[in-house]
Every structure is written in structure tokens, then in C-alpha cells.
T-cell receptor, first 113, second 115 residues
Framework: AQKVTQAQTEISVVEKEDVTLDCVYE???????LFWYKQPPSGELVFLIR??????QNEISGRYSWNFQKSTSSFNFTITASQVVDSAVYFC??????????FGAGTRLFVKA | GAGVSQTPSNKVTEKGKYVELRCDPI?????LYWYRQSLGQGPEFLIY????????DSGLPNDRFFAVRPEGSVSTLKIQRTERGDSAVYLC?????????????FGPGTRLTVL
């Protein structure tokens, strides 16, 4: 079975705090891809990152960083020095064989000024 | 350039009616996906097109749901005999191709309400 679990339903932080969004996935496939998408209040999902299962190197993009740990089946996302514009729902997603992408239920992030 | 567009943005219909939802993908994108998103949930995969053909329709909930993409560009999701449980936001996404799971570009969605 393939599954993505985002255990944090909502997180609220104050601007400039760091925040980590958790993602745990399940798959028996050895080749798979993991994604993070952002859904701002306007509604359209926006791609943030793609990582394949053979590349465990962590990635940093500005204030965003991702920690991929195959040993714990996790692909966590950290926002450093959060800003009000980061307020959105963030989805972690898994793509294995075939064409189906499985999304987690999302984590709603509130960043207060 | 233009992104993915979906029409209508909102659709209210009565139980038992037929509805069509349209998706215009980004020009040149051969892969097209339909998802359904209920309140507080992530997008749920419905169907995937590579070109004109439905390569994977395993997410369609039942035979009341059908989708076409006759010329490999615009796609229409069709729902017959709508039920209240069909109420959701229907999202369309496109990507360059489906060979590898590339970044998907999402449209704004069609909010379907079945009364």
C-alpha cells in the first residue's frame, strides 16, 4: 500500500520563527518520487520540490530546506525565519510506479505577524 | 505564458443532473491529470492522460465519471447523475510529459456543489 501521512493538521507560529512540517510515506517500491506543494489562500497548488528515492541529499533553497531520510521514510520540510506570506496549506506527495500521485492530507500553516 | 485554466470556476447543480468540467492545460504539456479535493483533504487522483489516451483511470470512483481529451489538449471531466457526495473542488494539472513524474502545474479548480 502507498500512503502519505502528514500528522500535523495545523501549525501556528509567529513571524521569524523556524517551522518544520513533517511527512511520512509508505511504499514497497524501491523507485519513487516525493514532492512538496504549497496551496496558498488563492487556491492553486504550487510545486516546491521533487526528490527521487536514490537521492538522499538534503536540499536548501533560500529559506526552505528539505530533509529526506529513507531509514525513517520521512521527507520533512523546514521554513527558516517564517514570514506571513508563508501562510498556506502544504502538501507532501508520493509518486511510485505508474502515473498516480498520492497526496497527504496537508498541513495548514499560520504565520502571525 | 498562460497557466492551466479551468471552467467554470463554480458550478451548482441539482442531484441527478449531468455536468461537464473543462480543463485547458499549458500549451505543449502532453500529460494531464484530474484530481478531486474535498474540504480539509489533499487532492485525490482521478485520471491521467498522456496525449489523447487515458493511461490510468483507476481513480475514477464509479462509472458515472468519465473524462476525454480528444485532441490531446483540452480535457473534459463528465459526471452523470450527480450525487451530493460528488461536491468537491475538481482540480486539473498538466506537466511536460508523464515519462517521469515531473512538476505538475495546477489550475484554480472548479468548485462543484450538488444540491
Amino acid at each position: 500500500a502507498q500512503k502519505v501521512t502528514q500528522a500535523q493538521t495545523e501549525i501556528s507560529v509567529v513571524e521569524k520563527e523556524d517551522v518544520t512540517l513533517d511527512c511520512v510515506y509508505e511504499t514497497r517500491d524501491t523507485t519513487y518520487y516525493l514532492f512538496w506543494y504549497k496551496q496558498p489562500p488563492s487556491g492553486e497548488l504550487v510545486f516546491l520540490i521533487r526528490r527521487n528515492s536514490f537521492d538522499e541529499q538534503n536540499e536548501i533553497s533560500g529559506r526552505y530546506s528539505w530533509n529526506f531520510q529513507k531509514s525513517t521514510s520521512s521527507f520533512n520540510f523546514t521554513i527558516t525565519a517564517s514570514q506571513v506570506v508563508d501562510s498556506a496549506v502544504y502538501f507532501c506527495a508520493l509518486h511510485t510506479g505508474g502515473f498516480k500521485t498520492i497526496f497527504g492530507a496537508g498541513t495548514r500553516l499560520f504565520v502571525k505577524a | 505564458g498562460a497557466g492551466v485554466s479551468q471552467t467554470p470556476s463554480n458550478k451548482v447543480t441539482e442531484k441527478g443532473k449531468y455536468v461537464e468540467l473543462r480543463c485547458d492545460p499549458i500549451s505543449g504539456h502532453t500529460a494531464l491529470y484530474w484530481y478531486r479535493q474535498s474540504l480539509g483533504q489533499g487532492p485525490e487522483f482521478l485520471i491521467y492522460f498522456q496525449g489523447t489516451g487515458a493511461a490510468d483511470d483507476s481513480g475514477l470512483p464509479n462509472d458515472r465519471f468519465f473524462a476525454v481529451r480528444p485532441e490531446g489538449s483540452v480535457s473534459t471531466l463528465k459526471i452523470q447523475r450527480t450525487e451530493r457526495g460528488d461536491s468537491a473542488v475538481y482540480l486539473c494539472a498538466s506537466s511536460l510529459d508523464g515519462v517521469l513524474p515531473n512538476e505538475q502545474f495546477f489550475g484554480p479548480g472548479t468548485r462543484l456543489t450538488v444540491l
